[in-house]
């Protein structure tokens, strides 16, 4: 299992999560970044083509160090000076008020407390940073909501620990950050139960 998580995971998702369509929705939630940016859950860096100039810095969290191998080429040709610096979302070794913005895209579906995560990104932000988020989770289709959970537990044990049907909004605001904006929609090309999809930006205040 440790050579699946570590050798083959990685090198699916650095596919299965580069297509048109995961390539236009990166854009768009890279684009307002600016300053001291952190991300969580950095993997194989197929944000990095689509950091604006406005992003000074860039610090890097992710489990996976495999990943980093794999965004060799994205690091080298980035313009955005990159620093790893820690493995868990839900424990940050960064000091409180250090980010202009904080980034997560695909990621807290797969946190194992994922209200710890977004209780370090509030305490990292600065009190007028934003968290920028792109995730996938529950569809409000009672239907494939009911496929999310039949099919959850397959899914976390196939995509290392991944869940369908978080409640993302919900992890977000009981997480102590405010919802500044929100656009929900099925991803192109995703069968419904995988392609529920929350982007949006939070802050500190309401």
């Not at 950091?51 to 489990?63: C, E, F, G, N």
């Amino acid at each position: 299992m440790a050579f699946y998580r570590d050798r083959v995971f990685p090198r699916a998702i650095n596919l299965i999560m580069n297509t048109k369509e995961t390539r236009r929705l990166r854009a768009q939630v890279c684009g307002p970044l600016a300053g001291d940016v952190v991300e969580i859950g950095f993997g194989t860096g197929l944000n990095l083509p689509h950091m604006p100039a406005s992003v000074r810095s860039l610090r890097a969290v992710d489990p996976l160090t495999a990943g980093r191998g794999l965004a060799a080429d994205r690091l080298a040709a980035s313009n955005v000076p990159v620093e790893f610096v820690g493995l868990d979302g839900q424990n940050l070794p960064l000091d409180d008020e250090c980010a202009d913005a904080v980034l997560c895209t695909w990621s807290l579906c797969s946190i194992p407390d994922p209200h710890s995560a977004i209780r370090e990104i509030r305490r990292i932000l600065r009190p007028d940073g934003r968290f920028h988020f792109i995730e996938h989770g529950r569809s409000p289709e009672p239907k494939v909501h009911a496929w999310q959970d039949r099919l959850n537990g397959i899914q976390r044990k196939v995509a290392c620990g991944c869940n369908l049907n978080r409640d993302i909004p919900s992890v977000v605001t009981e997480g102590g950050l405010n919802i500044a904006e929100l656009e929900t929609f099925y991803a192109k090309g995703e069968p419904k139960p995988f392609g529920w999809t929350f982007k949006g930006e939070a802050t500190k205040s309401a």
